[in-house]
């Protein structure tokens, strides 16, 4: 059973839905023109995107409208609730299965599923949904690590170890390298895609029962808990959260830490806040895991065509010329945005880019995460759990065992439609 639009409404009644639905009503749903709705440097760049496809003289002309990352969650939903989505939008992968879920988007037609073709396995598994697939990922990205290469080198490796025993021998390696009061790794204990990309890398299911209950307590998952305490126990990172560190990019080129986890974007910053000195002293490396290379969780955006929009046909049209290969060397050019098409890739020169290459041997073994509306909340019911763990409050018994009590409280809804034969 789906949430409703009425269900949402009531829901969202206390928000202040005039300024966020200002100036989209008639247009998101007018049959006058195709409205796209689009973040960030995407939004920025779209509008020339827009330009340079081949658009029918008898289509209905495009309205770009942007919106600020820190909005768009919000406005999507208030967009479905007040019945004034656009015809297309630029959605967060995390995003899709909440959204399906109320019922927001149209499927993707078999017209359209040529478009994931030669994509990332994992990232179209974010789309796919109960044997449906709700959007076609535009840009992806992942994390993996960045490292200082010069440091490495001291230590005696040319690049971080691919296996968990080898790469923390390497980290103590480096921080005896780095000097006292510095670390090898950031691993913020405010944020969870660090612990996840371990538990992913260990090949832990994270929830079971079709999602209705929390899986932290399987012996996969507790692996990785213990190894990442480990790595604050032999204090190879400080316990901090991001807020108490003043300057990423200053402290990375100081030395107080030599490795840490990010995405394609930090490339672009690498090359901006870095010296020069250092422009030559750091890497990109694919993630550890128990045996060799692990895994990291997919990410970046999807086109979706909203459902019941005036345009379904149109909308599609220009999702399929969004995804040409001109058209993704475009975004690549003007954002840096990792294209979707693996083709894309060969032809942009990225795959033997010593930078972005890990990227695309990272996106390979990537896993997609559950697909539960539910599950941003979990994932940081279970950060708050893990540094509690961290700070010696839990051991890693008792932190699985409460992350997943956590979990099955956030997933009670969930469990009472399955039980009905229902779906959320």
């Known amino acids: ?9 009531g829901a969202l009644a206390t928000l202040p839905l005039a300024p966020l639905l200002s100036g989209c009503g008639a247009r998101g749903r007018g049959r006058d023109t195709l409205t796209v709705w689009a973040m960030g440097n995407e939004a920025a760049s779209l509008p020339a995107l827009v330009r340079g496809v081949d658009w029918p003289a008898n289509a209905p002309p495009i309205v770009v409208q942007p919106l600020p990352w820190t909005a768009a969650h919000e406005k999507l939903l208030t967009g479905f609730a007040g019945n004034s989505l656009p015809a297309v939008g630029q959605v967060g992968n995390s995003w899709i299965a909440e959204l399906a879920a109320i019922g927001a988007l149209a499927p993707v037609p078999a017209h359209a599923m040529t478009l994931l073709g030669d994509q990332f396995g994992a990232v179209i598994d974010t789309n796919r949904i109960a044997g449906t697939t709700w959007g076609v990922p535009w840009y992806v990205d992942t994390r993996l690590q960045f490292y200082r290469k010069d440091l490495f080198a001291r230590a005696g490796y040319a690049a971080p170890p691919s296996d968990w025993t ?3 021998a390497a980290l103590h390696k480096v921080k005896r390298q780095a000097g006292d009061g510095n670390y090898a790794l950031l ?3 405010n944020e969870y895609e660090q612990l996840t990309t371990l538990a992913l890398s260990a090949g832990a299911r994270l929830l079971r029962d079709e999602g209705g209950r929390g899986a932290f307590s399987d012996p996969e998952f507790k692996a990785a808990l213990a190894f990442y305490k480990s790595l604050f126990d032999e204090g190879l990172a400080p316990q901090v959260s991001m807020a108490q ?3 990423v990019w200053t402290e990375f080129g100081r030395g107080y830490f030599s490795l840490f986890l990010s995405g394609p974007w930090t490339i672009g910053d690498m090359k901006s806040r870095l010296g020069p000195e250092l422009q030559d002293a750091w890497g990109t490396a694919a993630n550890p895991g128990p045996d060799g290379v692990g895994s990291a969780a997919p990410g970046g955006s999807s086109l979706v065509v909203f459902a ?7 909308a599609w049209d220009l999702v399929s010329r969004l995804m040409a290969p001109g058209a993704q060397l475009a975004l690549h050019a003007a954002t840096g ?8 890739w060969t032809a942009a020169g990225l795959a033997s880019d010593p930078t972005v290459a890990p990227f695309r041997t990272q996106l390979e073994r990537a ?8 599950w941003e909340r979990i994932v940081t019911e279970m950060q708050i759990v893990a540094e509690r763990m961290v700070r010696g409050q839990f ?4 932190a699985a065992k409460e992350i997943d009590v956590r979990a099955d409280r956030l997933l009670e809804k969930r469990r009472w439609m399955l039980d009905r034969g229902r779906t959320l």
Do not use: F
């Open 1 to 9: 059973m789906l949430l409703t639009r009425r269900h949402l409404t």
């Open 166 to 168: 080898e790469w923390k």
């Open 187 to 189: 691993y913020p204990l």
């Open 245 to 247: 560190i003043s300057n």
């Open 308 to 314: 019941g929009g005036a345009h379904g046909e149109a």
């Open 337 to 344: 945005d990792l294209p979707a098409r693996r083709s894309v």
């Open 367 to 374: 896993t997609a995460l559950p697909k539960v509306p539910e």
């Open 395 to 398: 051991s890693v018994d008792e």
